[in-house]
């Protein structure tokens, strides 16, 4: 596979994290592709289609990346599990509902995860109505059951529903890798202020080209 060269941007990213990353937490948990499932996070028409009033131009530029760790999590014979935001009519979308006013519903096609993605080839399909992929759905029992202690967290909203599930897997006891190229928010401080606080306190921040170097043994 063609590694993933860094853009600006992303080089940019790196040096305005470096006062919040300790190297010795990159030794004490180290990437281990055997233990290791990928999250795609709401990855789907509602944030990616022109048409929908929640895209934002961030969500289409991570997709190469999002695709490439696709792509090589399936080579691996690795786990992916995606998630879609998505409220049925008879269920409740609590707080969130009143807080943006509406939110994406299961029969609206532009709920539908990006076909691009292939989202039903393998892997699992979580159902979500919080920001956190954790609450009230099986992503925990399906991470224990898969023995998978580490997870890789793409998508989007960094902000929201990423930092969210990255802070409750790291509640649980998993280890987290978040990929900073491959997440995406509408607004770059919204992306950085996660991305310090998640550095800091929960997760090991990374590219997109370093997680394809370790899935495919380069490092």
């Given at each position: 596979?063609?590694?993933?060269?860094?853009?600006?941007?992303?080089?940019?990213?790196?040096?305005?994290?470096?006062?919040?990353?300790?190297?010795?937490?990159?030794?004490r948990f180290p990437f281990i592709?055997?233990?290791?499932?990928?999250?795609?996070?709401?990855?789907?028409?509602?944030?990616?289609?022109?048409?929908?009033?929640?895209?934002?131009?961030?969500?289409?530029?991570?997709?190469?990346?999002?695709?490439?760790?696709?792509?090589?999590?399936?080579?691996?014979?690795?786990?992916?599990?995606?998630?879609?935001?998505?409220?049925?009519?008879?269920?409740?979308?609590?707080?969130?509902?009143?807080?943006?006013?509406?939110?994406?519903?299961?029969?609206?096609?532009?709920?539908?995860?990006d076909d691009r993605l292939q989202?039903?080839?393998?892997?699992?399909?979580?159902?979500?109505?919080?920001?956190?992929?954790?609450?009230?759905?099986?992503?925990?029992?399906?991470?224990?059951?898969?023995?998978?202690?580490?997870?890789?967290?793409?998508?989007?909203?960094?902000?929201?529903?990423?930092?969210?599930?990255?802070?409750?897997?790291?509640?649980?006891?998993?280890?987290?890798?978040?990929?900073?190229?491959?997440?995406?928010?509408?607004?770059?401080?919204?992306?950085?202020?996660?991305?310090?606080?998640?550095?800091?306190?929960f997760t090991i921040v990374v590219?997109?080209?370093?997680?394809?170097?370790?899935?495919?043994?380069?490092?």
């Open positions: 596979m063609t590694a993933i060269s860094l853009d600006k941007k992303t080089e940019k990213r790196i040096q305005q994290l470096q006062p919040y990353v300790r190297p010795s937490r990159r030794e592709t055997e233990r290791t499932a990928l999250l795609v996070i709401d990855m789907q028409g509602y944030f990616l289609d022109p048409s929908s009033h929640a895209s934002f131009p961030e969500a289409e530029e991570i997709m190469g990346n999002v695709i490439s760790l696709v792509d090589s999590f399936r080579f691996s014979h690795r786990p992916i599990i995606f998630t879609w935001h998505a409220v049925r009519s008879d269920e409740d979308p609590g707080i969130m509902g009143g807080w943006w006013g509406d939110v994406p519903a299961d029969k609206d096609p532009l709920s539908h995860i989202p039903e080839k393998d892997g699992a399909i979580v159902r979500k109505t919080r920001y956190s992929a954790f609450i009230g759905t099986e992503l925990e029992g399906i991470l224990r059951g898969l023995r998978a202690d580490k997870v890789v967290i793409t998508g989007v909203m960094t902000h929201l529903c990423c930092e969210s599930t990255a802070r409750d897997a790291f509640m649980r006891d998993l280890e987290v890798f978040f990929v900073m190229d491959a997440t995406a928010t509408d607004h770059e401080d919204l992306h950085m202020g996660s991305l310090r606080a998640l550095a800091d306190g590219t997109t080209e370093e997680v394809l170097s370790w899935m495919e043994g380069r490092q």
